[in-house]
């Protein structure tokens, strides 16, 4: 199975820039092209978190009629840029959603399961997996009982060294979500955003996969106390293949 990971978008509407910097409109324009380019195609698309900037409705309509425009199945969690209502609404077909609320998802109908965990705080940077998360959780887990299963969510269950960025992290229920996958035994990869680099780790057993931004990069930077910034990078994605089995090969592609 070939699955295409974006995230981090941070789609602004009327071409405005971010940081009077990034056109993120054109970025995720461009990375659309070049995932449409590509000679063998996904079989799936994830994307987790941070479509948009300020989660108007007229960012969420870019992203979707790009997205759409793939003609390929696509599954979303939202980020801490997003906001549940206007997501939902505009990508429908693209999120599940709990009976509290959270746009969680499960997909047992693929030849992996996939689960898509919501870790946002809305109005917040980090991240959260609240006891109502963890109990539905348990119950996706359990129903994908003796499978293969890829779990994505936008805020990485790690830390990375990049202290500012850490800060503002998944801050509750880290050790749950090691303690569940663990349990599980068979989660292949658990695919994240927010950080904006490419960065490699584990959780509970299983490999953490952060894809970098589908626009702009924040420089590799390890100095204790140190904000972030960002970098020249250009806006990449990951594109990860996975056999029977279970056997994983995850690239970065740049745009």
Request: net charge negative.
């Amino acid at each position: 199975m070939l699955i295409a990971h974006l995230t981090d978008s941070h789609v602004l509407a009327g071409g405005r820039k971010l940081a009077d910097r990034f056109d993120t409109g054109a970025n995720f324009d461009r990375l659309i092209a070049s995932l449409a380019a590509q000679p063998v195609q996904p079989d799936l698309v994830v994307v987790s978190g941070d479509l948009g900037e300020d989660a108007t409705a007229e960012e969420y309509a870019h992203v979707g009629e790009g997205l759409r425009r793939l003609g390929l199945p696509v599954l979303a969690v939202p980020g801490n840029h997003d906001k549940r209502a206007p997501m939902r609404a505009a990508l429908p077909e693209m999120t599940g959603q709990t009976a509290q609320g959270h746009l969680c998802l499960a997909r047992s109908d693929l030849p992996l399961a996939v689960i898509g965990l919501d870790t946002l705080v809305e109005g917040a940077p980090h991240g959260e997996i609240c006891p109502d998360r963890l109990a539905w959780l348990d119950q996706a887990l359990a129903d994908c009982a003796g499978r293969d299963v890829l779990l994505f969510l936008h805020h990485p269950p790690i830390t990375t060294g990049l202290q500012d960025m850490d800060g503002m992290g998944l801050l509750t229920g880290r050790d749950a979500l090691a303690e569940r996958v663990a349990a599980h035994g068979r989660v292949r990869a658990i695919l994240c955003g927010h950080m904006h680099r490419a960065i490699i780790g584990s959780c509970g057993g299983a490999d953490v996969l952060v894809a970098p931004s589908a626009s702009h990069q924040i420089a590799f930077d390890l100095r204790a106390g140190s904000p972030y910034s960002f970098s020249d990078e250009p806006p990449q994605y990951m594109m990860h293949r996975i056999a029977p089995g279970g056997a994983r090969v995850s690239h970065v592609v740049s745009v």
